[in-house]
């Protein structure tokens, strides 16, 4: 079907060619010859029949500054820290990616592809902080496995992955 439709504007395209040839006298015939044909090859692309798929992950990477395992005042996000993201598609493909945060802590992977190589499965995980004062991986960051189902153009959200000091402050105890 799509190659049918391929030799039929390759047909239209060399069709055009010999009419724009043959009669320069007439532009408003040739504009015109120009808008129809736009028209058959917006058409083929709608017919081929691709359908493209977004999807998005994104989370956060913080400091739990006093080791308590909760998110409070003294905390903080943790800017640059790496993220890694395995995906299997639906087509059985391994794609992998990697994010860095932002300077509010949040990473975000990203990608447009055939529906039919949608992601089917992932998994994110921590890789390094890159912060001094903060590079120790909390308890239960070392990865998150989950499915995605999501339609194109939802994203999936992760739980914050946590980095703690090697030594709390003393002002946690």
């Known amino acids: 079907m799509v190659d049918l439709c ?3 504007v390759t ?3 060399l069709a055009q060619l010999n ?3 043959k009669d320069k006298t007439h532009p408003m015939e040739s504009k015109n ?3 129809v044909l736009g028209f058959v090859v917006l058409a083929v692309f709608l017919i081929s029949g691709v359908k493209s798929w977004t999807g998005e992950i994104h989370g956060r990477v913080v400091c739990d500054v006093c080791a308590d395992s909760s998110i409070g005042p003294e905390d903080h996000v943790l800017e ?3 993220v890694a993201v395995l995906c299997i598609t639906k087509s059985g493909e391994v794609v ?3 994010a860095f945060t932002n300077s509010k802590g949040i990473y975000t992977v990203a990608e447009t592809m055939p529906k039919s190589e949608r992601w089917d499965a992932c998994l994110a995980r921590p890789i390094s ?3 001094d004062h903060c590079n120790h991986l909390g308890d239960g960051s070392t990865g998150i496995k989950f499915t995605y189902n999501h339609p ?3 994203f999936h959200a992760i739980r914050p992955f946590v980095y703690r000091p090697s030594t709390a402050p003393t002002y946690c105890i």
Do not use: C, K, R, T
């Open 80 to 82: 640059g820290a790496e």
């Open 33 to 35: 010859n120009n808008l």
């Open 96 to 98: 992998n990616y990697q």
């Open 129 to 131: 902080s890159f912060h």
């Open 11 to 13: 047909g239209l395209l």
């Open 19 to 21: 009419v724009s040839d």
């Open 6 to 8: 391929i030799s039929f």
């Open 152 to 154: 194109s153009g939802h």
